[in-house]
């Protein structure tokens, strides 16, 4: 490896350090479902629009109108506020908002032409025999700015062009695995139950 290959290596490390940090995942956009109870008062807020997925596979959609720990009131065109017990709910889902899309665009137009300009200019200072790190940082954040505010712009708006659902609980029920058991000298039905 060159001495310029080996300084190119080594500068890589900034853009490769900011895509892990700006690509973790955050609490906000990766809510997990539960097998526990949902608890209303934490996962909702009044005035949210909500679709609800009842035990028996029923579905009602309207509105929190009344919120509590255990119990939270939708309202409803045609039947005004209907009252629901966790006990019979098997998931819960909300709008998506366009937050989480501006937020992945940003990311993305950032590392996209922030490290294009970056790994450019390493390249143009490999090539002459130079070290260019604090141009080639100055760069990424100049061009990663720009596509920053590119990306985001093109996220929120393909985020908002789909109306998507977000899960804010889900009951999981039982499951049931069937497997063969085959051998030479016998032949069954293996069963495993997970709740």
Known sequence: MTAGARRFAAHLFVP???AVVLAAPRAAWARQAT???????????LGQKVWVTFADGTQASGRVKELSRTLFGLSQAQSGIRRIDAANVMKIETVDDIGDGIGRGAAVGMLGV???AFAVTMLACANEGGSCAGVGLIRFLLFGGIGAAGGAAIGGALDAAFEGR???????GPVVSLAPIVSRHSKGLGVTIRW
Do not use: I, K, Q, V
Request: glycine content about 8%; some cysteine; proline content about 4%.
């Open 35 to 45: 097998d526990e109870a949902p608890r209303f008062d934490s996962s909702m807020r």
């Open 16 to 18: 490769a350090f900011c």
């Open 114 to 116: 922030g490290g294009s």
């Open 166 to 172: 977000r899960t804010l609980f889900e009951r999981r």
